[in-house]
């Protein structure tokens, strides 16, 4: 058995065997450093947050010595409207990227986010694998590394392979059920009033408004002027139509009732 195989095989033992996204992170984690990389960060953006990434930055998912004041500036400055691995998957491109390869193709402001990584915060060489597109919701693992450029490249010649098929088993892992996606959705629905949770998970349940003004207590014009015409708006500017359709295919019940336990 090869150092790949063993790498791998550790890694679907320790993801099988979590019971929470951190377990699970754990586990990748343990799986990227043996390949011989040293961060990992994990990627989701639902479909409606992709629609108004100047609101909310994506949602990531970092390993322990990942430079977090980096994502702190990637917040703060909205790097996620030119984050270029962003767009690919967007446009149903899956293909595994490395930053640097990419660079003379890149527009400034796209260039200018992984210049600040490189030289503000250490990450020398970075790697994204999309690992999900649907319906506008994407994921994808990124991995960095310090080597210089001809170890790097022999690294990534090595272990690349690997490494995709361990990000992909990860995120298939952890998106498979509601109460593993709801830590993924936890910074929008921190953003909705105790009112609008329980308006999004009756619409969820397909109640309709009558339905949900009498069992909440809700003035009917309230609920409709007020509360639906806020939750379309921190959904991206979407129709009542859309918001219904969107509360029900997310599960957003299940998502809420998973955030409230913990």
């Keep these: ?4 195989q063993a790498v791998l095989l550790g890694f ?3 993801l099988f065997s979590a019971n929470d996204i951190d377990a699970m992170f754990d586990a990748l984690e343990q799986a990227v450093s043996g390949l011989g990389f040293e961060h990992v960060s994990f990627t989701y953006i639902p479909d409606f947050l992709n629609r ?3 609101d909310l930055a994506p949602v990531f998912k970092l ?10 500036q990637y917040a703060a400055c909205n790097f996620g409207q030119h984050d270029f691995t962003i767009k690919k998957i967007t446009q149903g491109e899956m293909e595994t990227v490395r930053w640097w390869e990419m660079a003379r193709q890149l527009a400034p402001q796209e260039k200018y986010v992984i210049e600040v990584a490189r030289q503000d915060y250490g990450l020398r060489h970075g790697i994204t694998i999309p690992v999900f597109s649907e319906a506008g919701a994407i994921a994808g693992v990124s991995v960095t590394c310090n080597e210089t450029d001809q170890l790097f490249d022999r690294l990534c010649q090595e272990r690349i392979n690997t490494l995709t098929q361990i990000a992909r088993m990860f995120s298939d892992r952890a998106l498979q059920l509601p109460r593993h996606r709801a830590e993924f959705y936890r910074p929008f629905l921190d953003r909705l009033s105790s009112t609008e949770k329980a308006v999004l998970s009756r619409l969820a349940q397909g109640c309709n408004l009558k339905t949900i003004s009498r069992d ?3 003035d009917y014009k309230y609920l409709a ?4 015409a806020s939750l379309r708006k921190k959904f991206g500017n979407v129709t009542r139509d859309q918001l219904l359709y ?3 295919r997310i599960e957003f019940d299940k998502l809420i ?3 409230q336990k913990y």
């Design 225 to 228: 002027n007020t509360v639906i």
């Design 257 to 259: 009732n998973q955030t």
């Design 246 to 248: 969107e509360a029900g």
């Design 12 to 14: 679907v033992e320790r």
């Design 52 to 54: 108004q990434l100047c």
């Design 63 to 72: 390993s322990r010595q990942y430079p977090v004041e980096f994502i702190d």
């Design 1 to 4: 058995m090869d150092d790949n």
């Design 216 to 218: 909440l207590q809700l």
